[in-house]
């Protein structure tokens, strides 16, 4: 029976979520805290946490009785302990501090004067006399205890519940105002009678200044200081510098109980290079003559908060009307955007996207937008002036001057981000913006916003979608570029004839003026919404799309997405609100076909131009858990509803993965974001994972069909560029199929393979609104003449008795990746002595590759085709390198495992650090194999369709693929791969023909 309790506990906890259930079911031995301590502790953020500070709290003293009495005052101290590492260390310390907890008073919330009668209390000062008396206790140990008690009864409203963010924040300025009063005391004590000389009033900054501060920040001041009647300046104003400093240490000095937090005072006039203290007047002076933009954004927070308040308020009073002149100063937008760029180039890059303040989509986006448009609309409109973010955001939104949805989105995620940050900060009282990235602080921080399901996921989601929201709206708000520039057009643009824009549009380089107007007229014409937005989207985007390869394209190709997507409601408004996707989208729009295809085929995939992190191309890994479990879910509903085809159904929705995919990956290369290996590697990955996954649709057809598992085991091995993971945009995906059945299968195994390839093949093949992925196994044994599906068995045997030369070195970039990997790997073993031979080849071999290779070049090429723009086939070009480097794996990948790649690059990099091939003609043939390659890509993104052919017939195309590479014009492009060709085919007659040569 004992053992059965002790088991029955042990899954108890474990579903509560404690993670060493045996420590804690060891400590909750005969805790004496009733039944319901397990409930409230599976409530926790972290209930191994929470357990630990529980009993090492009961160590210094048993309060088990009155926990009990109280079970809401258990439920705030677990709430707090699962959740804060150090307020549990303070309780260990000051075990009587828990009371804060208890009792209706545990929920009231204290005003400000009742903080600073506690905090001066604490330090032996009297609020009508604040000067500590003597024989207390260390203030400055005092002032820590009493400042921690405080904040541990705020973490039990917070963590419970009973007080929002904006209460929190508002709290614990308060509470910061009240220690600075304090130490302002502990000061004047050490002072004594020079104290009197002067007034001294502390300014709050920042989030200080704005009554929305953190759990644990470093405290903004601004120190201003008058002398008392018939008082020296000169004298005063040093007495009043001893007391700032004295002030400053009494908060942020070490001590038995810790600092509090940092006093900064580096917003002062001048900086860390001015005085402390100064007086009003100097103050005013600074202002008036020398401060810059930045000083004035800083001062929309300026409160004061501790010392002579009547001082205080005359300061705020008098700076007050230069910060609402700031806007009216040259450059204001300018300087203060120039700010925001500042603070994101100092960000860590390696902490860049883990920071909840400073970085893109943080909480300072949010601060610097609403403030921006406070200083601009606060000239005109008092209302809109004030020190606090959200009040301040609330009321542009009263005021029409940010739209009600995208006032309400950014106070919801600004709430959301101070929340984690206060989250954060809570757990060691440490001062940080950074989202931890250990899986357990994750855990805790998820389960402490209320996410029980996937603390971890949901949080990370949950954070990342605020961040895209914040980011989004800031760079609409903040820096509104398109209205700038729509602003800054000729009064008379509207008036111009329509010869006057045929002539403007010439000047801009569009080929086809009255065509351009063409489209403008059905872009723009009507009073329909969408076409209110586009007349003021084109003027702006008829600049961007003139500075592309082919402005008439970008036009066409805007009209026509817009002609699909014009009834989508979020379409043009993203382009409206976001400059990002709207200059992307006409860069891309008038470079490439291919790319404006993909748009027009899949609309929703516009918002992967909205930021730099939607452009990486995602890993094979996580595009083949999404591709197959879009198969899994059409291919399991066809057990429960009636389908025509499931198979094809799953594959439909695989190729729409594949297609917002390739879309990503155009894009970033025509950005410059990827280079050409990246490039080829990507567009593996997408035809690796659709190929895999359609396979497993077409297995589970297969299987369905024959109402039992397949016999055998399949296996696809990719070839050529797909094996090297070189392909491009219009690559065939060369392959081969192998299988082996199953024990007592041998029979009917034959048949289902093939069934399974057929299928494979034929729903691949299905017309579908994306360019083509054509499946081509003619690198098969006996080519299109022999089988499509061979056994295991049957490869041994014909490569034992027929193979060829030209088949070992097909065999080169074979990579056995797809299907059954048990398979794969047998099928590697089986190649690998056929491709890296033992002492290489013989000359007989050598012969037949060479005269191969020769015929290949006289025969292949198409007629009437210029040899010397063959990116392909013509000297110099792909197949010149390909064979250079496959030759040397067949002589040599034996004896240097570093030639064992399916990589063309990374043969040549092993073969030249082997001393096989020179560096230099190394570097040449390299070099040549990459500007073929981007040539060949980017023919296919301008013209949609695969050449292996530099366009000549064409001018128009010719530019733009020459525009796509860099190219400053196509003559340029033409006499660059003609030098790489002629050096890359000098080295291919030295080293691959010998000195015979080859033709």
């Known amino acids: 029976m004992s053992e059965r309790r002790t088991e029955s506990t042990t899954a108890r906890l474990a579903r509560l979520g404690i993670t060493d259930v045996a420590e804690a079911a060891r400590r909750l031995t005969g805790h004496g805290l009733g039944a319901g301590l397990l409930d409230v502790l599976g409530a926790a953020a972290d209930p191994d946490l929470a357990l630990t500070g529980l009993m090492r709290m009961l160590e210094r003293a048993d309060v ?131 104290a009197d000389t002067c007034r001294l009033a502390v300014i709050g900054m920042g989030k200080c200044g704005g009554r929305e501060l953190n759990y644990v920040s470093d405290v903004d001041v601004i120190f201003v200081a008058e002398p008392m009647p018939g008082q020296d300046e000169t004298v005063a104003l040093r007495a009043a510098t001893r007391l700032a400093s004295g002030m400053i240490r009494a908060c942020s000095a070490s001590t038995a109980e810790g600092a509090l937090w940092e006093v900064d005072a580096a917003l002062r006039p001048e900086g860390k290079a001015g005085p402390l203290v100064r007086t009003l007047a100097s103050h005013r002076a600074y202002y008036e003559r020398w401060a810059k933009t930045w000083e004035f954004q800083a001062l929309l927070k300026a409160r004061p908060v501790a010392g002579d308040r009547k001082l205080g308020e005359e300061y705020t009073a008098a700076l007050a009307p230069l910060v609402w002149r700031a806007a009216e100063r040259e450059n204001f937008v300018e300087d203060v955007q120039a700010m925001r760029r500042r603070v994101e180039e100092h960000i ?46 609330k009321k542009l939104s009263w005021g029409g001057y940010v739209g009600r949805a995208d006032a309400a989105a950014l106070a919801n995620a600004y709430r959301f981000l101070r929340r984690v940050e206060h989250l954060i900060q809570l757990h060691r009282l440490r001062r940080t913006h950074l989202v931890p990235e250990d899986p357990a602080d994750l855990r805790r921080l998820g389960r402490a916003l209320g996410f029980r399901t996937d603390p971890v996921g949901e949080f990370t989601a949950e954070w990342r979608r605020h961040a895209r929201e914040v980011r989004r709206l800031h760079e609409k708000l903040f ?186 990956v155009a894009v970033a290369d025509l950005l410059g974001r990827l280079d050409v290996r990246a490039t080829g590697e990507a567009l593996t990955a997408i035809t690796m ?160 590759i060479r005269r191969l290779k020769a015929r290949m070049e006289a025969e292949r090429l198409p007629r009437g085709v210029d040899r010397r723009l063959h990116t392909k086939l013509g000297p110099g070009g792909l197949s010149d390198v390909e064979w250079v480097a496959q030759l040397l794996q067949l002589q040599h990948a034996y004896e240097i495992p570093e030639l064992r790649t399916t990589r063309t690059l990374k043969a040549l990099d092993a073969a030249a650090a082997a001393d096989l091939l020179d560096r230099e003609d190394a570097v040449r043939l390299c070099d040549a194999w990459r500007l073929a390659t981007r040539i060949r890509n980017a023919v296919m993104l301008v013209r949609g369709r695969a050449s292996d052919t530099l366009p000549t017939e064409h001018h128009r195309a010719r530019s733009a693929v020459a525009g796509i590479l860099g190219y400053p014009a196509s003559g340029d492009m033409l006499e660059d791969y003609r030098r790489h060709a002629r050096h890359a085919r000098a080295v291919v007659e030295r080293v691959f023909y010998g000195d015979g040569g080859g033709s």
């Open 689 to 848: 994972v659709t190929i895999e996954a359609a396979l497993s649709a077409a297995i589970a057809k297969i299987e369905m069909e024959r109402r039992s598992p397949l016999p055998t085991r399949f296996a696809v091995v990719a070839m050529g560029r797909l094996g090297g993971y070189e392909l491009g945009y219009g690559s065939d995906a060369d392959v081969m199929f192998v299988h082996d059945p199953l024990p007592g299968a041998e029979r009917e195994a034959p048949a289902a393979a093939h069934a399974v390839a057929e299928e494979l093949r034929r729903l691949l093949a299905l017309p579908a609104p994306d360019p083509p992925l054509v499946i081509d196994p003619g690198l098969r044994p006996e080519g299109r003449q022999g089988p499509l599906v061979r056994t295991f068995d049957s490869y041994a045997s014909y490569y034992r008795r027929w193979s060829s030369p030209w088949e070992s070195q097909a065999l080169l970039r074979a990579a056995p990746v797809i299907g059954d990997q048990e398979l794969g790997a047998r099928f590697r073993g089986l190649i690998d002595p056929l491709r890296w031979p033992q002492g290489g080849i013989d000359d007989r071999a050598l012969l037949e």
């Open 64 to 194: 088990r009785d009155e926990l009990t009495a109280d079970p809401d005052a258990l439920g705030r101290l677990i709430a707090v302990l699962g959740v804060s590492a150090a307020l549990g260390d303070h309780l260990v310390r000051h075990p009587d501090h828990w009371r804060v907890l208890t009792g209706p008073a545990a929920l009231q919330r204290p005003t400000a004067d009742e903080l600073r009668t506690a905090l001066l209390d604490a330090v032996g000062a009297d609020p009508a006399d604040p000067a500590p008396r003597a024989g207390r206790p260390d203030p400055m140990v005092a002032l820590r205890v009493a400042y921690r008690r405080a904040l541990l009864h705020l973490a039990g409203r917070d963590l419970t519940g009973a007080a929002d963010v904006e209460e929190v924040a508002a709290e614990l300025a308060d509470l910061a105002a009240a220690a600075l009063e304090a130490g302002l005391a502990i000061a004047r004590t050490e002072l004594g009678e020079q």
């Open 348 to 393: 860590d890059p390696d902490k860049a996207g883990r920071q909840l303040k400073l970085g893109p989509g943080g909480l300072r986006d949010v601060e610097f937008a609403v403030q921006l448009l406070q200083l601009v609309h606060g000239r005109t409109d008092e209302g809109l002036r004030g020190p606090n973010t959200l009040i301040a955001l």
């Open 479 to 664: 820096y509104r570029p398109l209205l700038l520039a729509v602003a800054r057009l000729p009064g008379d643009e509207a008036r111009l004839t329509r010869e006057a824009a045929r002539t403007r549009l010439e000047a801009l380089g569009y080929a086809d003026p009255d065509g351009a107007l063409r489209h403008l007229e059905s872009l723009t014409s009507g009073v329909s919404r969408r076409a209110a937005i586009q007349r003021t989207l084109l003027p702006v985007m008829l600049g961007w799309f003139a500075d592309g390869p082919d402005p008439d394209a970008g036009l066409l190709g805007f009209r026509q997405v817009s002609d699909a997507l014009g009834t989508t409601p979020w379409y043009l408004r993203l382009l409206r609100d976001d400059v990002t996707v709207a200059e992307r989208m006409a860069h891309v729009l008038s470079s490439s076909r291919y790319a404006t295809d993909l748009l027009l085929r899949a609309p929703e995939a516009v918002s992967l131009l909205a930021g730099d992190a939607e452009l990486t191309p995602r890993s094979q890994d996580a595009l083949r858990t999404e591709a197959l479990a879009a198969v899994g879910r059409h291919m399991g509903a066809a057990a429960t509803r009636l389908q025509f085809d499931p198979a094809a159904e799953a594959v439909a929705a695989v190729r729409g993965i594949r297609r917002r995919e390739l879309l990503r």
